[in-house]
């Protein structure tokens, strides 16, 4: 098998000279480089954007929920209120009840 030596160009700085085919093919890829850099900018933008929409909707969806627990809370004080002013004496025998109740068990531990 001969092998053929063909001189290469040899620049200024030392370096050998790339042939024309090797720098189309190096600006080609260079150009898709900075192509899929952008789309991938793109999508992150997109991405955030999308982020940013998700969260903005999770927090109108708590505070609806908050309010609505708040509402609830109220709504069963004003009833407890209510009992206890319609029967103070059974109030105190539930809450002195419950406090033995919760007195004994402490003991207990």
């Known amino acids: 098998m001969d092998t053929v030596n063909e001189p290469v160009p040899i620049k200024r700085n030392g370096k050998a000279a790339r042939p024309p085919s090797e720098r189309r093919a190096h600006g080609r890829l260079g150009r898709k480089a900075r192509t899929v850099t952008q789309d991938l ?6 991405a955030r954007e999308m982020a940013q929409e998700k969260v903005a909707q999770l ?5 609806e929920y908050c309010e609505e627990g708040q509402d ?20 105190i ?17």
């Open 93 to 109: 025998l539930i809450a002195a009840g419950v406090g033995m109740l919760l007195g004994v068990l402490w003991m207990r531990r």
């Open 59 to 63: 927090r109108a969806s708590a505070s």
């Open 41 to 46: 900018q793109e999508l992150g933008g997109m």
């Open 72 to 91: 609830k809370v109220q709504q069963v004080e004003r009833g407890f209120e209510q009992f206890v002013r319609q029967q103070p004496l059974k109030s």
